[in-house]
């Protein structure tokens, strides 16, 4: 099973690609760990500083999907 793989050097973003005018990465792939699963997903900017990135993830029979917030590490 997927999800019992090491979460140590795992790649979980495929194949983004970055729109400069929408300032956002779109077209590519994320995966989950906790549900082993992987989904299209879209990644922009949640303010201008550019230190959190808002991801969309589009899962299958969601209108929505689900969004998480990711913050820079320092």
Do not use: H
Request: contains cysteine.
């Amino acid at each position: 099973s997927l999800k019992e793989r090491s979460l140590l050097n795992l790649v979980i973003l495929q194949e983004v690609k970055y729109d400069r005018r929408e300032e956002s990465w779109s077209n590519g792939t994320l995966y989950e760990p906790r549900d082993g699963k992987t989904y299209r997903c879209q990644i922009s900017f949640f303010s201008s500083n550019k230190q959190k990135l808002k991801v969309r993830i589009f899962m299958p029979f969601s209108i929505k999907g689900r969004i998480q917030s990711w913050t820079k590490a320092n």
